[in-house]
């Protein structure tokens, strides 16, 4: 592992961090009902997931591009799951942003806006070599996956009890 600046991760962050920034504009309806029932041990999870995170993504140099060797797979397959994750935004924004909207899968992939950042900054990891960053997104991915599987539990389970 290098310190420094990586700009590799400062892309990634800012992918997930726009579509982010215009979410509380437009969440989807009645999600507060759902937050306010979340566990506090997957919040805890997902907190530390997401500073560490954050942090391991732009303070180690391993993830800026290197010369080429099989490795830059794992980087190609992270940055083609990123913008599945902006198409998955995009798609969201253009919805009614109900909470089914919101937890729609894409491409086959579950819960598609928790799910594929969490795995892309895990292969991103694997590219850099770099098991501060593997770690931190284990405890993301614990968190927000938890949390956000267990809201989708709850909604299809009201949808089938309101029937």
């Known amino acids: 592992m290098h310190f420094g600046f990586s700009y590799v991760g400062l892309i990634f962050l800012l992918m997930l961090f726009v579509p982010n920034s215009f979410w509380p504009k437009y969440p989807p309806q009645d999600y507060d009902k759902y937050v306010a029932r979340e566990s506090k041990v997957l919040l805890l999870f997902e907190r530390i997931g997401q500073v560490t995170v954050t ?10 591009l290197k010369p080429w060797s099989l ?3 794992w980087l190609i397959v992270a940055f083609l ?8 935004w995009i798609r969201y924004f253009r919805s009614e942003r109900t909470m089914l909207d919101f937890y729609r899968s894409i491409l086959g992939i579950p819960l598609a806006g928790a799910t ?7 292969l991103l990891a694997i590219y850099g070599r770099n098991w501060v960053l593997g770690v931190a997104v284990v405890f ?8 956000h599987s267990i ?6 389970q009201e949808l089938r009890d309101s029937k």
């Open 55 to 64: 942090t391991a993504a732009v303070i180690f140099t391993d993830f800026n």
């Open 71 to 73: 490795w830059y797979l």
């Open 81 to 88: 799951l990123m913008i599945l994750y902006e198409i998955h």
């Open 116 to 122: 594929l950042p969490v795995i892309a900054f895990f």
């Open 140 to 147: 993301l991915g614990i968190g927000h996956i938890g949390i």
């Open 151 to 156: 809201h989708k539990k709850e909604v299809e």
